[in-house]
């Protein structure tokens, strides 16, 4: 432990918000994890439930069980039904200005990590550069102590390079999982959205047709 500290510790100065990006990281990837579960989402109960009604035409069962809950597709579904009544290339429109807006905390801290993985191997440079530049003023005023300042700017140009790299790697591989499991919970729900919308409204079949509300 005592080595590794000194191993970080030798990176200079830029290793401090090397070590604050790590943290953020950390805590974004956490919280985006436990954020985006499925499961939160789209629930299996409460999709048979609301299927049933629908087809069942029991709207205000169906807005009253959508009331009593909290995630975000019985709050769709609630604005499905209480806009039953409108055209439904209208009603389509409302569905997915809702979703638009409902949905786009999924995304929130995505942008953040990426940042990261593109900040975080900067850093690194730039601690190289640092590094490098003691390393040629050491060799510019050589003397008695050029061998052990030589040593302590390549360290500091290396290991700067490695903590960004380690830092970037492990964050876009999670970031790219992160943003295609949100974009799959998206995709799920409209999915499941479009179904029940078909179960209250249909397209019409000819220009201009609009189908009686329900």
Known sequence: MNHLIDVLKSGGPVMIPLGLLSLVALALI???????RPSLYIN????STLTELLAAQRFDRALEFCRHRSDPFAALVATLVENRS???????QILEDTARQRL??????????GTIVGGAPLLGLLGTVVGMIKIFSVVATAG???TESLSLGISEALITTATGLIIAIPTLF???FLEARAENIIATME????????????????????EDAA
């Open 30 to 36: 956490v919280e985006r994890l436990w954020f985006l």
């Open 44 to 47: 299996q109960d409460t999709l």
């Open 86 to 92: 409108a055209p439904y290339d209208e009603l389509k």
């Open 104 to 113: 786009r905390s999924l995304q929130r801290g995505l942008s953040a990590l």
């Open 144 to 146: 008695s102590q050029v």
């Open 174 to 176: 999670t970031h790219s």
């Open 191 to 210: 999915a499941r959205l479009l179904d029940l919308l078909h179960l209250v409204r249909r397209p019409s079949t000819h220009p201009g047709e609009e």
